[in-house]
T-cell receptor, first 116, second 114 residues
Framework: KQEVTQIPAALSVPEGENLVLNCSFT??????LQWFRQDPGKGLTSLLL?????REQTSGRLNASLDKSSGRSTLYIAASQPGDSATYLC???????????????FGKGTKLTVNP | DTGVSQNPRHKITKRGQNVTFRCDPI?????LYWYRQTLGQGPEFLTY????????KSRLLSDRFSAERPKGSFSTLEIQRTEQGDSAMYLC????????????FGPGTRLTVT
């Protein structure tokens, strides 16, 4: 059974700092990994999707890397801002029997606070 | 692209009552997913559809839960005889039926069972 772990559970940093969020998964046979952002009481916003054949993806100040063999992914946030405060979730897709995206297995998330 | 919408956003019900939630996916997406999220946890998969066909159901989806997508567009999730343990955020997502395409999530329906 695939298990996804995110460390740390919470992180507080001053504005402007670069930071790294970690995600690990127990079964390396994944199709892709997706990072999401969730604001309190809200739904999830997709940030980046990394295919299993890729090593990294970038979007603006965000860079996500994937090391499938070791079961790890990192989300790097450059020059953090108070508006980045949210919970960041990673999720992996591990089954594909019908073609197309199937169920995602999520970690519990890292709650990030960026202090002005 | 108007995004995934869910209604209602909040629902408070008494134990034993039935509730129904609705999800409208992004119009060109033929896959639709339901997840449940409790406080401090990541979302857990419940079920998903390709068009009107329900392709997989989690064992979390007990007999009291039923989901439909009758015309391959919007979907409903019904919970019968609600229990306090059903209190959670119910999230809907949609995706194209192509590989390596992201799932896009709606704002969720927060259910409180008293």
């Amino acid at each position: 059974k695939q298990e996804v772990t995110q460390i740390p559970a919470a992180l507080s940093v001053p504005e402007g700092e670069n930071l790294v969020l970690n995600c690990s998964f127990t079964d390396s046979a994944i199709y892709n990994l997706q990072w999401f952002r969730q604001d309190p009481g809200k739904g999830l916003t997709s940030l980046l999707l990394i295919q299993s054949s890729q090593r990294e993806q970038t979007s603006g100040r965000l860079n996500a890397s994937l090391d499938k063999s070791s079961g790890r992914s990192t989300l790097y946030i450059a020059a953090s801002q108070p508006g980045d405060s949210a919970t960041y979730l990673c999720a992996v897709e591990t089954t594909r029997r019908q073609g197309g995206s199937e169920k995602l297995v999520f970690g519990k998330g890292t709650k990030l606070t960026v202090n002005p | 692209d108007t995004g995934v919408s869910q209604n209602p956003r909040h629902k408070i019900t008494k134990r034993g009552q039935n509730v129904t939630f609705r999800c409208d996916p992004i119009s060109e997406h033929n896959r639709l997913y339901w997840y449940r999220q409790t406080l401090g946890q990541g979302p857990e998969f419940l079920t998903y559809f390709q068009n009107e066909a329900q392709l997989e159901k989690s064992r979390l989806l007990s007999d009291r839960f039923s989901a439909e997508r009758p015309k391959g567009s919007f979907s409903t999730l019904e919970i019968q005889r609600t229990e306090q343990g059903d209190s959670a955020m119910y999230l809907c997502a949609s995706s194209r039926g192509t590989v390596n395409y992201e799932q896009y999530f709606g704002p969720g329906t927060r259910l409180t069972v008293t």
